[in-house]
């Protein structure tokens, strides 16, 4: 077994079936682009979802009669829950003037002789999905009037950032599994057109190794001369369109390029590398005549 | 070397190739085989190469049963015989060079030796001229000389030459004859299936003859025999 | 010329290169089947936020001293304006029926002796896009004491209304190009399989457009029956997880199939036909040898 | 009929594939072509059929030259040309049936009429029992037969036979001719490139031997040419 003969074949290959080459290796380009782009779209959105559901918070609103040292120990209390992440305490006085600015000149003020408003907690959790299992425990505080955390909102918010995970999942096997079938049909077709050759070896005195090597070898090459620029081509893009959609959607956040760099080329390389050996290996086995 | 016995060919569409044929081609013997278009010629090579298994009967070739030979043993079956395709069989995206020094790459000759013998048979069959080209830029007869050189360049026990000579000219087809009696007597068991009348009257050789899938005559130091002649031999 | 020749030539290459026209087949089905996901997921994305930004209003806030008179007046003014689609009037009291509803039990009303909110007007438009526009105009109204649209969260819905169109544009013109490159290099793999076949043809006397049609013909039907399953797959899948997804996710509008059906199936099979074709007949064309 | 004037074809990779040729058929002539491999033969025919054209020269086929005919009128001029290939040149995925019906549905023959004008053909070759078969599924012998059928199906005007028969029993060889020359009597100009000494020594008609790619002789009613006789007449 001689790598360099190996080498040598695959190069020579390459270059005598140019046309055909050309075709293979930019479906495996444009194969992976596609799979890319679903990749990031789907890192981005899970991304998005989980950021929205990172500022679902809950309320405690407090009876006026608490006392400011009960306020304290239920601060600590509230601290010291695995589960919470942050914890503020917000007056009467600071909830009103929250009120006010969110109403703008809505309240005239000197219509309200007394602040309407109680006292509360607002706390963040590690984890949003247990938000109301730990707002069910937090009600059970002395002191605690009433506890909220929007729970319309927070269920559908759940509930979309599930179904983005699983979505999302969904969406990349489903690309990933294309992805696989249209290289693996390509490479086929070029085995194809030389199943002749293949039989030709067979009849010469061949090993069944030594046929298969140059093909799988060159469906790895095809793989990655295919890979590599889709892979370059879709994180330039990206590199180029983060800024851009930052600008023009300020309130819609993107993953830095550099956080999905190595899932992307890693992504992307293995599967024209992996699927362009594999799909050769399959292809090659077809036309060679076990009888 | 090679035994047929009671060997018959049945292809898949229902074609008979060969009907009951029975033959023994010692080690070191040079046997022709003739016979009209479609009598069989050609498949009784295959038999011997293991390209077709016979339907019934059994072959042997180098005291092993074609038949029994498991899977990844037929390609060293084949690198002990060198064949020349009535069809060339040539690698088309492969130089002349690359095609003959295939057949030697495959048997793991090193690399370094490679370029010598290949050189050594494209110069036997006169064709080193041509060893950058592609079979495609060839002539009929170039394609068939490179066939032989392939055939040739790794020194094969056993040679079948299908049709040698179709496309060359007399000239030519005697000095193909006369390498592959060079190799005859170099030890290599020979069979040239061929139509080349003058060639088989002037030889002398054991020549076996075909005619529907049967084997009508097997003589030694024969001529071509005439049609009508292997009707008879096929009567008795 | 002989129509029924042609179609014979087709249908027996259909089923003598079986193993081939599967590989091409199926990759024209993949594809299609992309591009198919990628057309609904931009259809609904658009209505999604279609809806959404429907749902913006401008809020006309009146000075207290505004009488009834004036009041029917203004909205017979506001509701001719071409631009209004529906206008409502919200006295004090429904305000603050409607703030009380929304921050429950917060604010006890017996600290309240006077309702502090104005009288006002929601207003919806038929083009959101102009909002601003509006707006402003509005403004100008005698009594409107001010007039608000959430300015922050109008400009951003608009903005991701905008990029989404244009996104959405984009990538389903991103994915018809990559679904017809991919189909065009398939098809491309199956003719270079047949170039020695199209050479003889030339040799003994074929005119060009003899050889062409069969390949043409046989690229449509390769194209047509790619993209034929593709349609049902996705079609039937929308059917089944369109009313899941309405189930899961109640508050996320999805497009209903039947909205969709005309339009996949024309994208869908106009591609594979047309593309298939032409793929084709470029194809054949690099290796019908014009000298 | 068929006209070289100085005719010299180099091949893209600087190979001569003929040098500076003359010559005249005349129209239902029947001339052998014969010389050494690699001498040429098939490059004359190819430059009749168009399939390649004249580095420098001028090829008359019928009249055209061949190096002005438009590109959408190069398939009539075949159309006219019966070509018998030295390679067969059958379409793979086609029964032997369609082969030969192909170039009558080439020319827009009646589908009515197909099947009777090829089995016609088939018969004459005497392969009607194969016509369902594919090429690969028949001996070398018979594929080279179904391209004689092929090319005598439409009744060409020219008939261009390379080698024909270079995989086939001296019978069989001479049926063939008697085809041909049959083709020859009712018209036909037949020009037979071909190594096959005895035929040419019986038939006695016009041989243009080549050599080297030049025309080395061109006389009438002559026998096949050893090569010195050739190198002695291109010394001349
Ligand atoms: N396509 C090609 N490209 C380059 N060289 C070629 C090509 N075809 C033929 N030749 C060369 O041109 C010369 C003449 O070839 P041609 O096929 O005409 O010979 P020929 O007389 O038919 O030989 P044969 O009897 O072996 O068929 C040869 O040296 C051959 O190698
Ligand atoms: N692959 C195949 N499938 C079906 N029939 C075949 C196949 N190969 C050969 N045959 C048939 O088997 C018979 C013998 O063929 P074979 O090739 O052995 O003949 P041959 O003696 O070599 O003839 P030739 O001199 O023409 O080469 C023929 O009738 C042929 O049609
Ligand atoms: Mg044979
Ligand atoms: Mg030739």
Redesign the pocket.
């Known amino acids: 077994m001689n790598p360099v003969y190996f080498f040598r074949e695959v190069i020579t290959n390459l270059r005598r079936n140019v046309l055909m080459n050309l075709a293979s290796i930019s479906t495996v380009t444009v194969s992976t682009i596609v799979l890319g782009l679903f990749l990031i779209a789907t890192l981005n959105l899970g991304f998005w979802v989980q950021k929205i559901v990172d500022q679902l918070q809950i309320v405690i609103y407090l009876k006026d009669d608490v006392s400011q040292e009960q306020i304290n120990r239920l601060y600590d209390a509230i601290k010291a829950n695995p589960q919470v992440k942050d914890v503020e305490f917000i007056s009467k006085q600071n909830a009103l003037k929250r009120l006010q600015e969110k109403l703008k000149i809505l309240i005239r003020m000197n219509d309200m002789p007394e602040n309407p408003l109680p006292n509360s907690f607002e706390i963040k959790l590690k984890n949003s999905a247990n938000i109301a299992a730990v707002a069910k425990e937090l009600e059970t505080f002395p002191g605690a009037e009433n506890v909220k955390y929007g729970q319309n909102i927070a269920q559908k918010l759940l509930s979309l950032h599930q179904a983005v995970r699983i979505g999302g999942l969904l969406v990349v096997a489903l690309s990933l599994i294309c992805t696989i079938f249209i290289i693996v049909n390509t490479i086929r077709l070029t085995v194809y057109a030389r199943r002749r050759e293949i039989r030709i070896m067979q009849l010469v005195g061949a090993a069944f190794w030594f046929i298969r090597w140059p093909f799988i070898l060159e469906g790895i090459m095809q793989g990655l001369l295919g890979a590599l620029p889709a892979f370059v081509l879709v994180y330039l893009s990206y590199l180029l369109f983060v800024p851009r959609a930052l600008h023009a959607l300020p309130f819609i956040p993107f993953l830095p390029p550099s956080g999905i760099l190595y899932y992307l080329l890693w992504t992307l390389l293995t599967t024209g590398i992996v699927i362009g050996g594999l799909g050769a290996f399959i292809s090659v086995n077809k036309y060679l005549n076990y009888e | 070397m090679i035994e047929f016995k009671n060997v018959s060919l049945v ?3 229902g ?3 060969l009907q009951n044929a029975s033959a023994h081609i010692s080690k070191g013997e040079f046997a022709f085989l003739v ?10 090579l ?1 038999l011997i190469n293991r390209e077709v298994l016979p339907t019934t009967g059994e072959v042997f070739v180098n005291n092993q049963l074609t038949s029994e030979i498991r899977l990844q043993q037929v390609p060293l079956l084949r690198r002990h015989i060198g064949v020349i395709f ?1 069809d060339f069989k040539l690698l088309m995206h492969k130089t002349i060079f690359e095609n003959v020094a295939y057949v030697l790459e495959v048997t793991g000759v090193p690399a370094k030796q490679i370029p010598a013998k290949v050189s050594e048979a494209l110069k036997l069959v006169n064709l080193w001229d041509k060893e950058d080209s592609f079979p495609e830029q060839l002539s009929g007869g170039e394609q068939q000389r490179a066939s032989i050189a392939r055939a040739l360049v790794n020194h094969p026990l056993i040679l079948l030459a ?2 040698p000579t179709g496309n060359l000219d007399p000239d030519t087809s005697w000095d193909i004859m006369q390498i592959l009696m060079k190799a005859n007597s170099r030890g290599t068991t020979v069979i040239v ?1 061929t ?1 080349n009348k003058t060639i088989v009257d002037m030889m002398r050789k054991r020549v076996i003859g ?1 005619s529907g ?1 049967r084997i009508a005559f097997d003589r030694e130091r024969s001529g071509y025999l005439p049609a009508d002649l292997e009707m008879a031999a096929r009567e008795v």
């Open positions: 292809y898949p569409n074609t008979i190739g016979g009209q278009t479609g009598s069989g010629k050609s498949s009784f295959k009535q299908d049709e299936a139509h075909l899938g």
